[in-house]
């Protein structure tokens, strides 16, 4: 069975930094886009970063210059380093890659089930 497990959040003070990871498993023939997306409470989901197996990147403006995206293609992993973290940051942040896998051999999207990160003092 194919899924996104991460890991990383938790608690921590404004200012603050947290490294969420992602790792990929499962009957994967290939991986295209993989990403972060956060959901705050009452709010809808949102993209967060996004990066395409040749390493381009996408931010969502509210991140630019504090978060990175980064990915191992190896290693079927997908990081997310957030450095300046704000109150506003608080939120479920889910893994997401676009994926064809042997049952289901073209493109679709999987996501993980989150993690919480919450930004307070």
């Known amino acids: 069975q194919v899924q996104l497990v991460e890991s990383g959040g938790g608690l921590v003070q404004p200012g603050g930094s947290l490294r969420l990871s992602c790792a990929a498993s499962?009957?994967?023939?290939?991986?295209?886009?993989m990403g972060w997306y956060r959901q705050a409470p009452g709010k809808q989901r949102e993209l967060v970063a996004i990066i395409t197996s040749d390493g381009i990147t996408n931010y969502a403006e509210s991140v630019k210059g504090r978060f990175t995206v980064s990915r191992d293609n190896a290693k079927r992993t997908v990081d997310l380093q957030m450095n300046s973290l704000k109150p506003e940051d608080t939120a479920v942040y889910y893994c997401?890659?676009?994926?064809?896998?042997?049952?289901?051999?073209?493109?679709?999207?999987?996501w993980g089930k989150g993690t919480l990160v919450t930004v307070a003092s």
């Open positions: 997401n890659a676009v994926m064809r896998t042997l049952s289901a051999p073209y493109a679709t999207t999987y």
């Open positions: 499962g009957s994967i023939i290939s991986i295209y886009n």
